[in-house]
């Protein structure tokens, strides 16, 4: 009995012990995010090339829009050349902040065409830093030995719907069967070379053009060896979104209408998309994630009251992680206002990361929290 008893009051003291600790961990969190001067970040995320080789409907780039800022930040002009990261440049970056041990994601635009996509990968693996790699897929297969090989940790395979809606989408035929191969060859060698890595797992963006269908989609891959499978709402910008934050804040961050030149939220039929989501979470429990994960108001605000944010209203990126674009520019993240904080060719990481233009933008959000065309931005959601 007293042994029993000395157990319980241990268990008691442990959860108490955790719950003190998180309250102080939450508290360092806070004043933190007070600060203009910000920890190294925990991600660091790399646009290597403004190579797609996709036309989806619902990318600004994919669909040539020129003047959106989301365009800009991804393809720089549409009078410049294409651009890429060297590799030379990217091996300096990780050596410059391996002791702080970020992990390493190459998210755009379309990795697989970065030809030193390996060698990059091997020397952010051999590091010890964790590589993420997220892929349209078209060049999965070609690359899954080499992935498996040199050990990339993880890989995120974009495909959008069941296999006819995911191809019109994308505009390329063929597209998502390309992909489904490239995820298994990557398992195949997984097992040939007995390795546990990448993790792979499937991101959805949601939109007008496929919000109805992903009971087809989960039955087209359920039995694909993924560890999991995010469904993302939209990011997006309006007209009037657009308007309302110029006007009160473009003088310091001027914005543009993002993702809605050919997808048009107001066209997501809220009750269709509540019984998807509803039978996905009951039949892939814990499968199947939602970002955000939203209630059926907080579906309808999210995609016809635009104004209303619908889950955080303060931003943390720039405290918690960088995006360096094929230029070198080191910019919030590539959904987010056209500000360049420094270019990695003429500083190092580590000079512009709490450099005098990132604390400005720090104090502003400070100040502001967010602004209006921020609402539907995945920084927050």
Partial sequence: MLALLTRKIRGLTGRVHRKLNEAIQ?????????????????TIYLAVNTRCGFACKMCDVGTNQ????????????????????????????????????PMIAVTSTEPLLYKDIIPLSE?????????????????????????????????????????EIHNDIRGVK???????????????????????????????????????CLVPFMAAVHDLPVAGITFSHMNYVTVGMAEVHNARFGHLYPTTVSSVSNADPT?????????????????????????????????E????????FVQ????????????????????????????????????????????PRYQEFRKNLIKHGTFPACS???GIL
């Avoid at 997984?190 to 797992?201: A, H, W």
């Avoid at 066209?267 to 955000?292: E, H, M, S």
């Avoid at 605000?301 to 209303?308: G, I, L």
């Avoid at 405290?319 to 420094?342: K, L, P, Q, S």
Wanted: charged residues 25%; glycine residues 6%.
């Fill in 267 to 299: 066209k997501v039929n809220v009750d269709i998309l509540w019984d998807q989501i509803n039978w996905v979470k009951t039949r892939y429990p814990g499968r199947a994630v939602f970002g955000p994960d939203l209630d059926r108001k907080g579906l």
């Fill in 26 to 42: 939450r508290y360092k969190q806070a004043l933190v995010f007070k600060q203009t001067v910000a920890p190294y970040p925990a």
């Fill in 312 to 355: 955080g209203d303060r931003c943390y990126v720039p405290w918690r992680a960088a995006e360096i674009i094929a230029n070198g520019d080191c910019v919030v993240m590539t959904r987010c206002y056209h500000i360049n904080f420094g270019n990695i060719y003429e500083q190092s990481f580590t000079d512009i990361w709490n450099g």
């Fill in 174 to 212: 063929d597209s998502f069967q390309k992909s489904v191969a490239g995820i298994r060859a990557v398992d195949e060698w997984k097992r040939r070379l007995g390795r546990e890595y990448p993790q792979m797992g499937i991101n959805y963006a949601l939109s007008n053009y496929n919000y109805h």
């Fill in 123 to 163: 020397h952010v693996v051999g590091s010890g830093l964790l590589m993420q790699i997220t892929t349209a897929g078209l060049q999965l297969e070609k690359f899954s030995e080499d992935l498996v090989r040199v050990g990339v940790q993880s890989l995120w395979v974009s495909i959008d719907g069941p296999p």
């Fill in 301 to 308: 605000d999210f995609y016809f009251h635009p104004e209303v």
């Fill in 376 to 378: 539907r931005c995945c």
């Fill in 66 to 101: 020129y003047d959106t800022q989301f365009y800009k930040i991804m393809s720089l002009s549409k009078d410049k050349p294409r651009e890429r990261l060297a590799l030379d440049r990217l091996k300096t970056l990780v050596d410059e902040v391996k002791n702080f041990k």
